[in-house]
């Protein structure tokens, strides 16, 4: 415990010090902002570029108008700049061979795989619930936030697929050494993901799915129990890349 505890202040101090965690948290808090402030202010948007709301049957914007920004704002480009972030925490040692000293001292592989999971995973919560509080109150601000279906699991699923991303990023790392290749290997995934959401009969199991489906979730038009079987399924994925990346990682020559 005392080597696992060492190695996850290490990360939190290298995360400090090349000002990942700062970028994150800055990206995230804008994201915070410009949710329902997009929304909001999306009629005097189009009306200044000569576009009339009423021709693209868009109503007055809603506290709805506000999430949807945030799924599309957080579960795209904000999940981008986490995996890019952390596309480099396990292939940038080992293409560096900075884990030769310590691995030689004792330090258990697994201990490095758990600690990096665990420092990305708070951080990548911590980012979630920046955005998350920043758009939730000023949704509640500027628009009156009603009751919505199924709150709670729309926003989970969004968080537990970012988990699943950062699972996919380290397993990338380990099985390709390259920051590069970790990037394929996660990108590889969601496009193999993506061309499976086509096909109906498999929507309701892929993992991509609770990242692009809160809205309908939040309006009550896609029932619960076409979505937790993807939230199912991508928490088991989580747990066997996770131990995948311990297994392998044991066997690799560093």
Do not use: H
Request: include cysteine; charged fraction near 10%; charge should be positive.
């Amino acid at each position: 415990m005392k080597a696992y505890l060492a190695f996850v202040k290490k990360e939190w101090t290298e995360l400090f010090r090349t000002y990942k965690l700062l970028i994150l948290l800055i990206v995230f808090l804008l994201f915070g902002l410009m949710n329902p402030l997009i929304a909001f202010y999306m009629p005097e948007i189009l009306a200044a570029a000569g576009i009339d709301p009423s021709t693209l049957g868009l109503a007055d914007p809603t506290a709805l108008d506000s999430f949807a920004q945030f799924f599309k704002n957080v579960g795209q480009m904000g999940l981008i700049v986490v995996v890019i972030v952390f596309a480099n925490t396990m292939a940038g040692e080992l293409s560096k061979g900075t884990l030769v000293n310590v691995l030689t001292k004792g330090l258990k592989r697994r201990t490095v795989v758990f600690a990096k999971f665990t420092v990305a995973s708070i951080t990548w919560t911590i980012v979630y619930f920046v955005a998350f509080a920043i758009t939730y109150f000023l949704t509640d601000y500027l628009f009156v936030i009603g009751s919505f279906s199924n709150g709670f699991l729309a926003f989970f699923g969004l968080w537990l697929f970012g988990l699943f991303l950062i699972a996919s990023v380290i397993l990338g790392g380990i099985l390709f050494s390259r920051m590069v290749g970790s990037l394929l290997f996660a990108g590889g995934l969601v496009v193999v993901m993506t061309l499976l959401n086509i096909v109906p009969t498999f929507q309701k199991y892929v993992p991509a799915t609770i990242a692009s489906v809160n809205v309908s979730l939040l309006m009550g038009t896609l029932e619960t129990s076409d979505f937790v079987p993807a939230l199912i399924i991508c928490g088991a994925l989580i747990v066997g890349f996770v131990s995948a990346s311990i297994l392998i990682f044991d066997r690799k020559q560093v």
